[in-house]
C-alpha cells in the first residue's frame, strides 16, 4: 500500500516533533562516506599524506518539502610533527523546522607498525548549535509551550577512534561523540538524551590489473535504541580516473555512486538512493541525491602518482 501525500506529511510532522531533541543525537548519515571518514572516525586525519579538502551535499527525500538536507566541508592534513594529523569541519543538518550545525576538531596521533602498516589514535572535539523554529509550524491546536523558538541551543562533546591502514586496506571503530547531552524533546515536553554512535568501518583494494582497482566496503553504525545500520559497497576504479560503484543500505535503500579524478588533484563524485521501505514507493519521493568535491594538495612529480582509493 503506497503512502498518500496528505498522510506522510501528517508523519513527517510527527517526526519533527516527536524527534525535535533527537536530530542532535544522531549523526548526519551519507553515502559516500568514504570521503567524509573523518566525520564517523577522527583517527583518518591526516592519513592521506597531505592536506586534503571536501565539500559534500546530500538532499534526501527529494520533492518533499521540509526534507533532510546536509551541507558538509572538511580538512584535514599531517602537520610538521612525525605522525600528528589535525582536522577541522563543519556540518549542517537541517530537516522541517530544525536546523542543527556543528563544529568538530581532530587531532591523531600515528604509529608505523611496519613498512605500510600504519595504526592512528584519534580524538574529536565538537562543538553543536541547535535550532528548533515552532513558529514555522502549523498546529492544529497551538500548544503555548511551543511558542518559543529554540535559538543556538550550545552543547560540547568529545569522541574518539582507532585507524588502521596500508597500501590497500583500512579499518577502524569509534565513537564520535560520547556525551549523552540532553536536548529539549517536543513529544513529552522534556529533555532526551543523545546516545552514542558506535562506528564500524573496513575495506580492502584489489588490483584486478593495471587499469582496474575492485574496493568492497562496510560501514556499520549502531546506537542503543535504533535499528543496527550496515552499508555495504562494491567500487570499481578504471585507469585511475573514473570510479563506479553500488551499495546497500540494510533494509533501507539501493544506491548508485559515480566519480571523476578530473584532475590530479581534483575529484568530482555524485550518489543516488533509492528507498526500498514504503516511503520509497511514495509518487512525491524522487529519492536521495550526494555531491561530494574534494581537492587534495598533491605533489606530482612527472607521471601522475596513483589516487588513493579511500
Keep these: 500500500m503506497k503512502l498518500s501525500k496528505t498522510l506522510?506529511?501528517?508523519?513527517?510532522?510527527?517526526?519533527?516533533?516527536?524527534?525535535?531533541?533527537?536530530?542532535?543525537?544522531?549523526?548526519?548519515?551519507?553515502?559516500?562516506?568514504?570521503?567524509?571518514?573523518?566525520?564517523?572516525?577522527?583517527?583518518?586525519?591526516?592519513?592521506?599524506?597531505?592536506?586534503?579538502?571536501?565539500?559534500?551535499?546530500?538532499?534526501?527525500?527529494?520533492?518533499?518539502?521540509?526534507?533532510?538536507?546536509?551541507?558538509?566541508?572538511?580538512?584535514?592534513?599531517?602537520i610538521g610533527y612525525k605522525g600528528v594529523g589535525l582536522g577541522f569541519s563543519v556540518v549542517n543538518d537541517k530537516i522541517?523546522?530544525?536546523?542543527?550545525?556543528?563544529?568538530?576538531?581532530?587531532?591523531?596521533?600515528?604509529?608505523?607498525?611496519?613498512?605500510?602498516?600504519?595504526?592512528s589514535f584519534g580524538l574529536k572535539a565538537s562543538a553543536n548549535l541547535l535550532d528548533i523554529r515552532f513558529s514555522e509550524l502549523r498546529q492544529v491546536s497551538p500548544d503555548p509551550i511551543l511558542d518559543g523558538d529554540i535559538e543556538n541551543r550550545f552543547s560540547p562533546n568529545f569522541g574518539a577512534g582507532v585507524y588502521y591502514h596500508t597500501n590497500n586496506f583500512y579499518a577502524g571503530l569509534s565513537v564520535p561523540r560520547f556525551l549523552e547531552t540532553s536536548h529539549f524533546d517536543a513529544s513529552t515536553l522534556s529533555e532526551a538524551n543523545e546516545?552514542?554512535?558506535?562506528?564500524?568501518?573496513?575495506?580492502?583494494?584489489?588490483?584486478?590489473?593495471?587499469?582496474?582497482?575492485?574496493?568492497?566496503?562496510?560501514?556499520?553504525?549502531?546506537?542503543?535504541?535504533?535499528?543496527?545500520?550496515?552499508?555495504?559497497?562494491?567500487?570499481?576504479?578504471?585507469?585511475?580516473?573514473?570510479?563506479?560503484?553500488?551499495?546497500?543500505?540494510?533494509?533501507?535503500?539501493?544506491?548508485?555512486?559515480?566519480?571523476?579524478?578530473?584532475?590530479?588533484?581534483?575529484?568530482?563524485?555524485?550518489?543516488?538512493?533509492?528507498?526500498i521501505t514504503e516511503l520509497g514507493n511514495a509518487t512525491f519521493n524522487d529519492g536521495s541525491f550526494e555531491l561530494v568535491f574534494r581537492y587534495d594538495f598533491v605533489k606530482v612529480n612527472g607521471s601522475m602518482k596513483s589516487p588513493r582509493f579511500f
Excluded: C
Design 195 to 275: 546516545r552514542m554512535n558506535f562506528y564500524f568501518i573496513l575495506g580492502y583494494v584489489w588490483e584486478l590489473n593495471r587499469f582496474l582497482k575492485f574496493k568492497p566496503s562496510l560501514l556499520t553504525k549502531a546506537v542503543q535504541g535504533a535499528p543496527l545500520q550496515v552499508d555495504v559497497s562494491a567500487n570499481f576504479m578504471m585507469k585511475n580516473k573514473f570510479v563506479l560503484g553500488v551499495a546497500y543500505r540494510w533494509d533501507a535503500a539501493l544506491s548508485g555512486l559515480a566519480g571523476f579524478q578530473v584532475s590530479d588533484n581534483i575529484f568530482l563524485g555524485v550518489a543516488y538512493d533509492k528507498e
Design 96 to 119: 522541517g523546522p530544525t536546523s542543527e550545525t556543528s563544529f568538530d576538531i581532530d587531532f591523531s596521533y600515528t604509529l608505523y607498525t611496519s613498512s605500510e602498516g600504519r595504526l
Design 8 to 78: 506522510f506529511k501528517r508523519f513527517f510532522l510527527f517526526l519533527v516533533l516527536s524527534s525535535a531533541g533527537v536530530f542532535a543525537q544522531q549523526d548526519a548519515q551519507y553515502t559516500q562516506y568514504m570521503y567524509n571518514t573523518t566525520s564517523v572516525n577522527p583517527g583518518y586525519a591526516g592519513s592521506r599524506g597531505h592536506l586534503s579538502i571536501a565539500a559534500l551535499y546530500r538532499s534526501q527525500w527529494v520533492g518533499l518539502d521540509g526534507a533532510p538536507t546536509t551541507q558538509t566541508l572538511n580538512l584535514h592534513s599531517p
